[in-house]
């Protein structure tokens, strides 16, 4: 079936450090979406994506949608230490399903 | 405006027992969703339903049921629970479909012993 592959798994930096983690798959997709997990909570889209080639910011947050479709990128510039939680990729398959990334841990150190 | 409502937050079951977890919207939306998740590997989908009256299996359906009676109200039932389905459980919603970003409940952690 369909798979996103989300890297790194978890990453270690220091406050004021840029961050960047992606997400690919063998499939393509027409919408890419980026959410972020605090703990004890369910994830709150932070980026959506429809077009190819597409850079959206929100914030210190830069998204892309990949130009062959088959993967996007999240930026997040100058973390703090609110940055910390996981962010997922997802991307709808067609029809009523979305597929989520096992995601990307973050963790900055004040 | 409460978004979307899960409960309970926290429930421990012993293997065998049914139990309900109740998700409700007040945004109006037609699409809501389940998900479970489990450490290292995302979320995945259980059932969804695009309207009253119609539900669809995802992507790990067995030992789960569900009905939507109303637009609000999406329940998710364990028939008869196993360890296995110890885990956390997310409801969502969005407007349409899941094309469109959806909007999560903070989750039930379920325990099953």
């Known amino acids: 079936g369909q798979q996103l592959n989300q890297s790194p798994q978890s990453m270690f930096i220091q406050e004021g450090e840029d961050v960047s983690m992606n997400c690919t798959s063998s499939s393509i997709f027409n919408t890419w979406l980026w959410y972020k997990q605090e703990p004890g909570e369910g994830p709150v889209l932070l980026i959506a994506l429809y077009k190819a080639g597409e850079l959206t910011s929100n914030g210190r947050l830069t998204a892309q949608f990949g130009i062959t479709r088959k993967d996007s990128f999240l930026n997040i510039s100058a973390s703090i230490p609110s940055d910390v939680g996981i962010y997922f990729c997802a991307g709808p398959t067609g029809g009523f399903k979305t597929i989520f990334g096992a995601g990307t841990r973050l963790f900055v150190k004040a | 405006n409460a978004g979307v409502t899960q409960t309970p937050k926290f429930q421990v079951l012993k293997t065998g027992q049914s139990m309900t977890l109740q998700c409700a919207q007040d945004m109006n939306h037609e699409y809501m969703s389940w998900y479970r998740q489990d450490p290292g590997m995302g979320l995945r989908l259980i059932h969804y339903?695009?309207?009253?009256?119609?539900?669809d299996q995802g992507e790990v359906p067995n030992g789960y049921n569900v009905s939507r009676s109303t637009t609000e109200d999406f329940p998710l039932r364990l028939l008869s629970a196993a360890p296995s389905q110890t885990s956390v459980y997310f409801c969502a919603s969005s407007l349409r479909d899941s094309n469109q970003p959806q909007h999560f409940g903070d989750g039930t952690r379920l325990s099953i012993l």
């Open positions: 339903s695009v309207g009253a009256g119609i539900t």
